[in-house]
């Protein structure tokens, strides 16, 4: 009788997994796009590099493109979006730059420029649609970490002595920009990786297992459910198939950490908490999807796409990769 009940579970958990699909919602666009903000299941604004910001407002049915002009070079890894007209796109490389638009991408305007050498930013939180944070690899060993507290119209840098230091070769991977997510209602955590991989999380700094010691490997992304079950996702983008290190999940707010029992099927680039139980990661060779709290993963596509982010107010996913968009269908 277990095992004819094992058997049953296994089952409904494999066919639950595979009802699940992602449809491809838009092609052949001349772009990488690594930033993904969906506001509701209309609103969903994305971005990438050669200056490229997209936008729909039915759901993924159709949607508008633009290049911002001036920016026609920069990469926009990331983009947080409040409405159907407003967003902030966040180009990583030196000199760094932030934008923001209030009438639906058709202007823009430029409130954080950083030349610094060495200057990269790598993601973009936001608590609410005033208070946001950013964070950029170490410059002199310290992580940079710039504070908005009036919806990104302005950003300050937090004072150098409370900026997160670095070991060396540590820095973050701006893939998704999801390796920042708040915590709570004032507190937000991050992941590294490269030579070292931790997750910083208030004043201290633990070691993460997920596979590290090269510039290619490490923590890429993090998702969290009610302050206490976080996982994180990475691996070495350069073996994209590989399974090993590839996954960690606390179920104790970040403090101590366990390896799933089936890992995702590869290297993970983000990875998006949806509802109950459930979660969702994908990467350069496909999309896994896990009902237990990322105890078990299930392998539901081969698309590859480098971001998947769910709707703040409702259920719409979609995915962003190199040239396409996807949504999750049937879940």
Known sequence: MKKLLFLCVSLFFVANCFSQKIKIVADSIHSSMRGLSVVDNNVAWVSGSNGTVGR??????????????????????????FD???????????????????????TWKVVFENKTKGMFLDAMEFWNDQ???????????RFFIGRTFDGGKTWRDIPEEF?????????????????????????AVFVSGGLSSHIFIRDKKILLPIVQ?????????????????????GGNFLKKDDTAKNCAISEDGGYT?????????????????????????????????????GINW???S?????????????NAVFFAGNGKLGKLVDW
């Open 257 to 293: 950490w366990l390896s799933p029992k089936v890992s995702p099927t590869g290297y993970r680039s983000c990875v998006e908490y949806l509802n109950k139980n459930k979660w969702i990661t994908c990467g350069l060779n496909g999309v896994d999807i896990s009902n237990n709290n």
């Open 302 to 314: 081969s698309e590859s796409f480098h971001v998947c982010r769910k709707a703040k107010k409702g």
């Open 213 to 233: 010691g090269t510039e290619s490997t490490g923590a890429n992304s993090i998702a969290i459910k009610k302050e206490k079950t976080i996982i994180v996702v």
């Open 56 to 81: 729909t407002i039915d759901g993924g049915k159709t949607w508008k493109w633009m290049t911002v002009k001036g920016f026609e070079k920069n990469d926009f890894r990331d983009i947080e979006a």
């Open 163 to 187: 900026k997160p230091v670095a070991d060396s070769g540590e820095a973050c991977f701006a893939s998704s920009g999801t390796n920042i997510r708040k915590l709570n209602r004032s507190e």
């Open 298 to 300: 299930q392998n539901i």
């Open 131 to 141: 208070s946001g944070i950013v964070i950029g690899d170490p410059i002199n060993s």
């Open 84 to 106: 159907k007209k407003t967003a902030i796109i966040m180009a990583v490389a030196e000199p760094a730059y932030i934008l923001r638009t209030e009438d639906g991408g058709e």
